[in-house]
Structures are given as structure tokens and as C-alpha cells.
């Protein structure tokens, strides 16, 4: 597809329904396979708030299999507008006005095993739920916080993933690709790091505001146990595990990218913005 005919909600809207397999990627997972019937909403929430490239879409991936909600980025303007047309809502559902609309909605469509879950990075929580919604979201809320102590590899995976638009493990288009016309451009790296970087620092100083004690999963526990990783998460929500499920996602597992990208984009980005460790004023 050529970049210029991309359209990521036509994107997002574009999984055939039928069965995605045990490993859906991001558009499957927001995809109408994992509709359900309008009914009454889901009484338990989980939150996992992850700065991007933490594995979210993996746990989100493990979660779903295990019977435990289907987490997204709803709150994402992307994401919910895709929802938005699909269930034939009107406006801009994420406008404070329509939030509760949208959120009810998410609850009754969007639910498995009595629980509604969501993946969350900060703008998206800076940007549409610091409010009364907001409130209401978190406060019965099982809450989780996913982080990466390997911040230079985060930064690497992010860097590619917004460069080429892709950010789960298939080859799928779901973002704009970078307009940078230098990927390397000194300003937009150190932009793209501090951002980064902020991200885990804003949702720490969240969760002290709003006395939230999340669980806090590293990156790299999720990879070496990720059956312990979704047995914590649902002792917390007194929810079952469908074990026979999770085991089958698991089996499907593998790293994203490619172990030769990640080496050479590592050094450019260093040689890039490796002068600022040292210097006055960076």
C-alpha cells in the first residue's frame, strides 16, 4: 500500500472477523472478532499503563487468551475513531461529553470474563482522562504498570517502530510512518527519548496523587515467565485462567524485529546523541 493511500482507521477496520489464530496481532485484537454482543457491562477494569515498546500488546495478546478482558489502546484517537465507525457512534467519542458514552460502550463490546481492560500510555491518559471519567476509571480499577529496564533497547524498538509504522510483530501498517526526513535528525531523537523517558515518570507521579499501588511487571519478567506474570493479574481480579489458551499463545511467541536492524539502528542512534551524555545543559 503506498503511503499516501494509508488511512489507519480504514486499517484498523480491515481484520477479517473469522478466527484470528492463538497470536493476533494489533488489528485483529481491535478487530470484530473480539466484538461482543451489546449486554451488561463488564464490572471489573484492568489498566496496564505502559510507556510504548514495554511489551504491552504481548501481555494485552496473553491476557485475552487467558479469558481476562481485551485490552487496547481505546483511548488512543486512532483507535477509538476506528471503533467509533465500525459501531456507528457519533462524533469525536474521546470529547469529554461523549467520554461516558463511550467508555459504557467499551464495557458492554468490549469485555471477557466479567473484566473490561485497557492498555494506556500517558498522553493518552494527559490528554482525555483527567477528569471525572478519569476518576471513575481508575478507582475500582486493578492496575498495572508495565516498564523496561533496558531503556536503550526501548528506545532502539521505538525508534524503528516510528520510522516504519509498524509496531507489533507482523509486517502491518497501523501507524503514519515517521515524516522525519532524516530519521537521525538530532532534535526529533532527543525529543523522542525525553518523551520517553517522561513517560513512566508522569504515571508514577499518577499513581501517588491518586494513592494507586500498581503491580509493576518488567519488560523482561514478562518474557521469562509469562504465566506468573497472568496469574498475579488475575488473582488480583478474582478471575479464572484459561490455561489451555494462554499455553497455545505462549507456544506462538517470538521476539519482534530483527536482531541485525536492532544492532545497526543501536549504534547510529548512539553515535547520533552519544556526544549529550557528557555535556553541559543535556
Given at each position: 500500500m503506498a503511503l499516501d493511500e494509508f488511512d489507519p482507521v480504514v486499517a484498523?477496520?480491515?481484520?477479517?472477523?473469522?478466527?484470528?489464530?492463538?497470536?493476533?496481532?494489533?488489528?485483529?485484537?481491535?478487530?470484530?472478532?473480539?466484538?461482543r454482543p451489546r449486554g451488561e457491562p463488564a464490572p471489573k477494569t484492568l489498566i496496564l499503563c505502559a510507556a510504548p515498546r514495554t511489551g504491552s500488546y504481548e501481555l494485552a495478546r496473553?491476557?485475552?487468551?487467558?479469558?481476562?478482558?481485551?485490552a487496547h489502546e481505546y483511548f488512543n484517537p486512532t483507535c477509538a475513531a476506528a471503533l467509533a465507525v465500525r459501531w456507528g457512534l457519533a462524533g469525536d467519542v474521546l470529547e469529554e461529553a461523549a467520554l461516558g458514552g463511550y467508555i459504557d460502550e467499551l464495557r458492554r463490546r468490549?469485555?471477557?470474563?466479567?473484566?473490561?481492560?485497557?492498555?494506556?500510555?500517558?498522553?493518552?491518559?494527559?490528554?482525555?482522562?483527567?477528569?471525572?471519567?478519569?476518576r471513575a476509571l481508575f478507582g475500582p480499577a486493578v492496575v498495572v504498570h508495565l516498564f523496561r529496564a533496558d531503556i536503550l533497547a526501548q528506545f532502539v524498538s521505538l525508534h524503528r517502530a516510528r520510522e516504519t509504522g509498524?509496531?507489533?510483530?507482523?509486517?502491518?501498517?497501523?501507524?503514519?510512518?515517521?515524516?522525519?526526513?532524516?530519521?537521525?535528525?538530532?532534535?526529533?531523537?532527543?525529543?523522542?527519548l525525553d518523551e520517553l523517558v517522561a513517560e513512566d515518570a508522569n504515571f508514577r507521579r499518577l499513581f501517588a496523587l491518586?494513592?494507586?499501588?500498581?503491580?509493576?511487571?518488567?519488560y523482561a519478567e514478562l518474557e521469562r515467565d509469562p504465566q506468573g506474570v497472568v496469574?498475579?493479574?488475575?488473582?488480583?481480579?478474582?478471575?479464572?485462567?484459561d490455561q489451555d489458551r494462554l499455553a497455545a499463545t505462549i507456544a506462538h511467541g517470538a521476539r519482534y524485529g530483527r536482531a541485525d536492524?536492532?544492532?545497526q539502528r543501536q549504534a547510529a542512534l548512539q553515535a547520533a546523541l552519544g556526544p549529550d551524555a557528557f555535556s553541559k545543559g543535556r
Open positions: 484498523l477496520n480491515a481484520a477479517d472477523p473469522g478466527d484470528p489464530g492463538p497470536r493476533p496481532d494489533i488489528v485483529a485484537l481491535l478487530g470484530p472478532h473480539f466484538d496473553l491476557l485475552t487468551a487467558a479469558g481476562i478482558g481485551v468490549r469485555a471477557a470474563g466479567e473484566v473490561f481492560a485497557t492498555k494506556l500510555q500517558y498522553w493518552q491518559f494527559k490528554d482525555t482522562l483527567r477528569n471525572d471519567h478519569g509498524r509496531f507489533d510483530f507482523t509486517d502491518e501498517l497501523t501507524h503514519y510512518p515517521s515524516a522525519e526526513a532524516d530519521p537521525y535528525a538530532i532534535e526529533a531523537l532527543r525529543r523522542m491518586a494513592g494507586v499501588r500498581p503491580i509493576f511487571c518488567e496469574a498475579r493479574i488475575a488473582a488480583a481480579l478474582a478471575v479464572p485462567v536492524d536492532r544492532a
